[in-house]
């Protein structure tokens, strides 16, 4: 059960009907096999204009900037529904981006910057799942 919805009960029949596509959960464990393949270190300061050419990392960008407000309504309206779609769609970015944004094999500095990036995602994505009191799986 969640801290920050006590009194939630979440029933999975329920939401079987409400989710028409569930291909996106798949891509929640995208960020923790990029994270075992390809070796990169994590950089904080790594240059992130390497992959602003591409689309696919500017909206999974603009999806990772959205979680702040995400989670202020949430504080606010102790609704876990806005959430939801919210995780839904940034694992979408995250695939989008995961066929674009190879990490491994690539230039160090490039590699960084895309680990980075979904390195932030991974972190959303863990957080988010924490509040609906779900475990992230590293691994399938």
């Known amino acids: 059960m969640s801290r920050l919805f006590p009194l939630l009960h979440f029933h999975f029949e329920t939401a079987e009907v409400l989710v028409t596509n569930t291909s996106p959960l798949s891509f929640f464990f995208s960020p923790s096999s990029i994270e075992r393949k ?8 790594a240059d992130l204009s390497l992959v602003q050419a591409y689309p696919e990392a500017l909206n999974l960008s603009i999806v990772l900037a959205e979680w702040h ?3 202020i309504g949430l504080e606010v309206s102790m609704d876990p529904y806005a959430l939801v779609p919210y995780l839904f769609h940034l694992a979408t970015e995250i695939g989008q981006a995961n066929h674009v944004l190879r990490v491994k094999d690539m230039e160090p500095a490039v590699a960084e910057a895309r680990w980075l990036l979904f390195w932030g995602a991974k972190q959303v994505l863990e957080q988010g799942l924490r509040l609906l009191g779900i475990e992230f799986v590293e691994r399938m």
Do not use: G, V, W
């Open 38 to 45: 390809s070796k990169t270190r994590l950089n904080p300061e």
């Open 69 to 71: 407000d995400i989670f």
